[in-house]
């Protein structure tokens, strides 16, 4: 096979033009559909079906799972899963353009790889957890929040970026 | 510093002022920030679902006990509204209560009354089939504190123009309820059956709208005070 | 006109627009970038000021684009879903998630284009989204009563304040021009880090 790795797998776009091309799918988007993008909602409606396929009990007694079953609704039909599913095909097609699709684990030289999944697991499931609360991430909250200039969105972008700017100096040694 | 990228920055500064200096369509996202309207309700409004969900329990309900509470104690929270035409408001109503006919219950000066979320609302016609109707609609758009009068006002008047007199085994709740209904009816201005049958009495009955509702006789023990009841219609009047 | 959704096309549209959009949300993100974790952190040790630029640029593009069509009357921005501000628990959440992004170097969002150009790390991310929102899920009878306090609705920002909508816009992308040109002098005087 040809060496997948090309020269130009390090050339990304103007960040600006990559913000407005942002900007745009996001109006059509709201215009379409009504509602923004986001992504941790697909995560929260794997768990919900996974659990209710395991223990479907369960899934009834517990008012977090049992929300979203309301009116009959399936939680794996949930407009996010599709659209997170478009997003690795996107994601994909993006990457064999410019030769950066390749399986490999991406850390800084100081640390090992291992140390890497480790914190990026970590990561997660700190995320996970806090876009329970915040209804959302820095897609579905943050952004889309503020571009119909919603209140929570504002919050969720302040705390998002300040929590991180603030815990930014105990981590650096993952990345700097 | 690069020559587009100062053009860039200008663009999206100048659209905006440019946003904000074009005329006030009826509309635009401000002049609805102003009005408040219902047209965007259908959206933000309980969904159907939710609407099945609530309707199911019967929190909505407030009972006549309850309401009288509120009447005698005039809770300043609570907005009461009689949902029937204005020709049996006149003769009649709930002391405090406004009249809004239900036909007109979406205008925009109507629902300005339900925009403030200061208030519980109670609304009330003869029956409960009106008042719930209404309920539904309004919840549709998404109003809140809402609550529907149960029996409408042919309980209330059952219950405090003629309360049901306990038998001689019942527990002595039903007697304090007993007394305490009077003192609601006479402090009302309703005529006692035990004194006197005037014409008004039997109108009082027969305008009334049938609903199939019988009137429903409670347990004592919910809704009923057990502070000593006489006190409590003389500080009513006191208030007055 | 409005969201057409509801209205104007069916529902059954939902779930194919949801596919072609994440389509094209996945391709401008890996493009510019934000599939690599280092890139994304770059902005909280002041090497890449990428995401700051994409995001606020996306969120002023939009928002002034919506905007423009509320004002023609081609869609009602009321009627387009907000984030409902639960102000406590979305500062918790934030602070939480914000943690998690500098410890893993991605969100949900990016993750998943990482997870598209086969980045392992990408992928230990998304399954710890799920063992965090497992985790919430079990615990959530210790949360519900704060998951729901604190709600001021559906309110947007210029309505809470009480400003124009449109010169509110205007202050944000005068803070989001002043922020770029901010971050680009920071930039030149921080060591630059290869990745």
Excluded at chain 3, 43 to 71: H, K, N, P, Q
């Amino acid at each position: 096979m040809m060496d997948i790795k090309s020269d130009k797998q390090h050339i990304y776009w103007n960040p600006y033009l990559g913000g407005f091309l942002l900007g745009l799918i996001l109006i059509i988007t709201f215009f379409f559909t009504g509602r923004g993008l986001g992504a941790s909602g697909a995560a929260k409606a794997i768990v919900t079906q996974t659990v209710h396929t395991v223990a479907p009990t369960h899934t009834e007694n517990n008012a977090y799972y049992a929300d979203q079953f309301l009116g009959g609704k399936v939680p794996i039909n949930n407009w996010l899963v599709f659209e997170v599913i478009g997003v690795v095909a996107g994601a994909f097609i993006s990457g064999s353009l410019s030769g950066r699709v390749f399986f490999r684990v991406q850390h800084s030289p100081k640390i090992t790889p291992r140390k890497r999944l480790w914190f990026a697991l970590l990561g997660g499931a700190l995320f996970g957890f806090g876009a329970q609360f915040a209804k959302g991430c820095t897609s579905g909250a943050a952004l889309s929040g503020m571009t119909v200039l919603s209140l929570g969105g504002y919050i969720a972008m302040l705390s998002i970026f300040g929590g991180a700017f603030l815990f930014a100096y105990f981590f650096r040694k993952l990345w700097l | 510093m690069k020559k587009r990228y100062i053009f860039l920055a200008i663009v999206p500064i100048v659209l905006s002022i440019v946003l904000s200096f074009l005329p006030d369509k009826s509309n635009s996202i401000d002049a609805k920030r102003n009005q408040k309207s219902l047209k965007s309700a259908k959206y933000t409004g309980v969904t159907p679902n939710n609407l099945l969900l609530e309707s199911v329990n019967d929190n909505r309900f407030i009972q006549p006990d309850e309401l009288a509470k509120v009447i005698i104690g005039q809770d300043p929270s609570y907005l009461l509204v009689d949902l029937r035409d204005a020709v049996q408001y006149e003769k009649f109503t709930l002391p405090g209560a406004i009249n809004i006919p239900y036909e007109k219950i979406l205008t925009e000066e109507n629902q300005a009354v339900f925009d403030s979320e200061a208030y519980n609302v109670v609304l009330f016609s003869n029956g409960t089939i009106v008042p719930d109707q209404v309920w539904m609609i309004l919840r549709r758009a998404g109003i809140k504190n809402l609550k529907v009068l149960n029996g409408g006002l042919n309980q209330f008047y059952q219950l405090y123009l003629n309360p049901p007199k306990p038998l001689e085994t019942d527990p002595k709740e039903a007697f304090e309820n007993y007394s305490y209904r009077k003192a609601v009816g006479a402090h009302l201005g309703l005529p006692n059956p035990d004194e006197f049958i005037p014409k008004g009495g039997e109108n009082l009955k027969s305008n009334t709208i049938a609903t199939g509702l019988k009137p429903v006789v409670k347990p004592a023990v919910k809704a009923a005070p057990k502070v000593v009841v006489p006190k409590k219609a003389e500080g009513g009047d006191e208030g007055c | 006109m409005g969201p057409l959704i509801p209205e104007i096309l069916s529902d059954q549209w939902n779930n194919i627009i949801a596919i072609i959009t994440g389509m094209a949300f996945g391709f401008v993100l890996e493009s510019s970038g934000f599939s690599s974790s280092r890139k994304l952190v770059g902005v909280f040790y002041g090497y890449d000021f990428a995401v700051l630029r994409v995001f606020f640029t996306a969120a002023i593009t939009a928002s002034i684009g919506l905007l423009f069509m509320d004002y023609f009357g081609w869609i009602d921005m009321a009627a387009l879903d907000g984030l409902p501000a639960r102000v406590w628990p979305i500062v918790v959440g934030g602070l939480i998630m914000g943690m998690g992004f500098v410890t893993g170097g991605f969100c949900p969002g990016t993750c998943i284009t990482a997870i598209g150009i086969g980045k392992l790390d990408g992928y230990v991310f998304f399954g710890g989204i799920i063992l965090g929102v497992f985790v919430f899920s079990e615990m959530f009878p210790l949360f519900e009563n704060f998951y729901n306090s604190s709600n001021l609705g559906d309110v947007t920002v210029p309505e809470y304040f009480n400003i124009n909508p449109y010169w509110f816009t205007v202050g944000i992308s005068i803070i989001a021009i002043i922020a770029f040109y901010a971050t680009m002098l920071i930039r030149k005087r921080i060591k630059s880090v290869e990745y």
